[in-house]
């Protein structure tokens, strides 16, 4: 059975005092189950503090984003072991965001991959179309080839050590969603790439939902049958409404 996963992406927001405070309304909510692994993934500035907060807690921590590299003269990046030593074991890789604004490759994600594997943590390699890629009809080629260029060489153990997120790029802070049903269409084809490579991977493998998902839309997203959980953006930044969210994976 895969893991259903619930993943609050902060992107650049909350300070070290504002993460404490909603991540304490989350350890004393209703977010504890054992349906979904809850997971956050605060600002590298927050990182210490969510650390300390969650250790020994049923909330995972995660950063969102390391270099490719392990250590050395890389002014302004952080390590894999950096965030491992405050508590990490997730980390988002290759995110649209990282890719518009900072021209990252499928080349570099995959080497990102790479690093984050042979640390012990956990890699959820983005993946997804702008607007135009699918008004051109370039959906499945763009999701494809980033498919195949971030999971380029990976051997069968660690691919299934991987989880991917689908982000449709033009559902994310638009307002608008994907349909549940153009949602299971691409997650059900992203399986079926990733089954080209270890069909077994792809079977274990975790696929997240990552456009806007919110509490009113969480439940028939989470139903299809490929959608194993969500990378949240915008509504992970409340407490209620990432609770929310939690509680249609139920």
């Known amino acids: 059975m895969r893991k259903t996963i619930i993943a609050g ?10 993460a404490e405070a909603l991540l304490r309304g989350l350890l ?3 977010s504890r189950t054992d349906k ?19 250790k020994g807690s049923h909330i995972a921590l995660g950063a969102q984003d390391i270099s490719e590299h392990e250590e050395g003269a890389y002014t302004g990046d952080i ?5 491992l030593t ?3 074991t997730y980390v988002i890789l290759g995110h649209s965001e990282r890719r518009q604004y900072h021209a990252e490759t499928d080349q570099l994600v995959n080497a990102k991959v790479k690093t984050a594997l042979n640390a012990g943590l956990t890699p959820i390699i983005c993946v997804g179309e702008t607007l135009e890629q699918r008004e051109n009809n370039e959906t499945e080629s763009v999701v494809a080839a980033q ?5 380029a060489d990976l051997a069968s153990d660690q691919l299934k050590n991987v989880v991917i997120a689908y982000e449709p790029v033009w559902a994310i802070g638009t307002g608008k969603t994907a349909t ?8 059900q084809f992203i399986r079926e790439k990733v089954a080209e490579k270890d069909t077994e991977a792809a079977d274990l493998l975790p696929i997240l939902y990552g456009g806007s998902m919110k509490p ?5 997203l989470l139903g299809q049958k490929d959608i194993d959980g969500g990378l949240i953006g915008g509504a992970s930044l409340d407490a209620d409404n990432f609770i929310g969210i939690l509680k249609a994976a139920r």
């Not at 549940?180 to 997650?187: S, T, V, Y």
């Open 9 to 18: 992406n902060w992107k650049m927001n909350k300070t070290a005092t504002e």
């Open 28 to 30: 004393d909510g209703d």
């Open 36 to 54: 979904a692994q809850l997971l956050v993934c605060p600002p590298y500035t927050a990182l210490e503090t969510a650390g300390k907060l969650l």
């Open 79 to 83: 390590s894999a072991q950096m965030i």
């Open 86 to 88: 405050l508590g990490a």
């Open 147 to 151: 498919v195949k260029g971030t999971l």
């Open 180 to 187: 549940p049903e153009q949602a299971q269409q691409m997650h």
């Open 216 to 220: 009113k839309n969480a439940a028939d």
